[in-house]
């Protein structure tokens, strides 16, 4: 009889209660400390991939494009010893290798990790270890090259897939850039021309790999300062290029990132004031602050949010994934303190998923 009667509510048009929605599934998360690198899983759970020699600390955590690996670069706070680390997901096997002054930028193409360690030019650090070897690509320019070629080439940035990454070439360091995309075929094609004689760095690629943006900071000057931030249209060529926001001080980029839908983010932080150009050197008085300010981009201008945050990423389902804490902002640039919380915020409500984190990275989908 209870079978006939619920048979006869449906039938009248009656529903079964929708089920509950599932809650939005975190991504895994890389976070280093300043004791380990490490992976926080899906479900919350931590894993300790590699831990870090006394005293050193982390930066410019990425992934692979299968994520399967990260890669880092960890260095002692006075810069005489830095190295550059490759290590599978699972903490074995993890590699390092010594840089040769200090560690430039680094990046996973395929299963190739790129990096700058050495005087001589990009180099591929072998997943297996063993000496590094020279990056070779058809048609990007030889830095150092004695044949009236470019003498400047610098890795700017890697796709997130991993399918590719950016390199900056010039004939000297302060002369117009072009930039160049080498794909998994290791094939080098002019991405665009950078007219201005700043150097591009902190250069981050959108996730669908369509957009490209970077910033250019002031070069050869005693009052340094991130001059502004240039996105770039990587299938039109297109570039926008986006001044700081006003300020009574000059101001530093802490972070720059794209969410899900493309748009662009940026963490600015104050520099010292005042900042006096006719000195040769600065007098060391920086300024801390307790957390940058976070700007998404309208147009051709910055619109202020109110989140502070010195770095942060898009998770998708309304939630932003905020490095959170000290900077110290000394006339040289930006010196990240210790204390760092990095937290997911959902609606208003933080939940805190490390601490004292100097840098991380999200997992590609």
């Keep these: 009889m209870v079978v006939v009667l619920l048979l006869a509510a449906g039938a009248c048009g009656g529903s079964d209660p929708e089920p509950d929605a599932k809650p939005p599934t975190t991504p895994r998360i890389a976070l280093a400390d300043g004791a380990a690198v490490s992976v926080r899983a899906a479900d919350g759970k931590v894993t300790r991939v590699a831990a870090l020699p006394a005293g050193w600390r982390a930066e410019a955590l990425q992934w692979s494009g299968d994520g399967s690996e990260l890669t880092w670069v960890a260095g002692k706070p006075d810069l005489s010893e830095s ?3 490759r290590a599978a997901v ?7 290798w010594e840089c040769t002054v200090f560690c430039g930028s680094q990046a996973f193409l395929g299963a190739d990790l790129v990096g700058e360690g050495s005087l001589g030019g990009p180099d591929t650090y072998p997943r297996a270890g063993g000496e590094p070897q020279a990056f070779e690509s058809d048609g990007l320019p030889a830095g150092f090259d004695l044949s009236g070629g470019p003498t400047y080439l610098g890795l700017l940035a890697g796709a997130p897939k991993g399918d590719a990454i950016y390199f900056v070439a010039a004939r000297s360091i302060d002369s117009p850039k072009t930039v160049y995309r080498v794909g998994s075929d290791r094939k080098a094609t002019v991405a665009f021309e950078e007219k201005s004689t700043s150097v591009p ?7 669908d790999g369509a957009q490209l943006a970077y910033t250019l900071d002031k070069a050869g000057t005693t009052c340094p300062a991130t001059d502004s931030v240039v996105v770039v249209n990587l299938r039109s060529r297109g570039t926008v290029t986006l001044t700081p926001p006003p300020s009574t001080a000059a101001l530093f980029v802490a972070g720059l990132w794209f969410d899900a839908e493309g748009k662009l983010f940026v963490a600015y932080v104050p520099g010292p004031i005042p ?3 006719e000195l040769a050197e600065q007098p060391e008085t920086p300024t801390h602050s307790t957390a940058a300010t976070v700007y998404e981009r309208g147009g051709n201008a910055w619109k202020e949010t109110d989140r502070k945050a010195q770095d942060g990423a898009d998770l998708g389902d309304r939630r932003v994934l905020e490095l959170t804490g000290p900077l110290t902002v000394a006339p040289g640039g930006i010196r990240r303190s210790s204390g760092a919380t990095l937290q997911v915020v959902e609606d208003g409500k933080a939940e805190v998923i490390g601490r004292d984190v100097n840098t991380f990275a999200v997992a590609p989908k």
Excluded: M, W
């Design 83 to 85: 190295r550059i680390y």
């Design 90 to 96: 699972t903490g074995n096997p993890v590699r390092h």
């Design 201 to 207: 760095i902190n250069g981050t690629v959108s996730p």
């Design 275 to 277: 900042c006096r150009p």
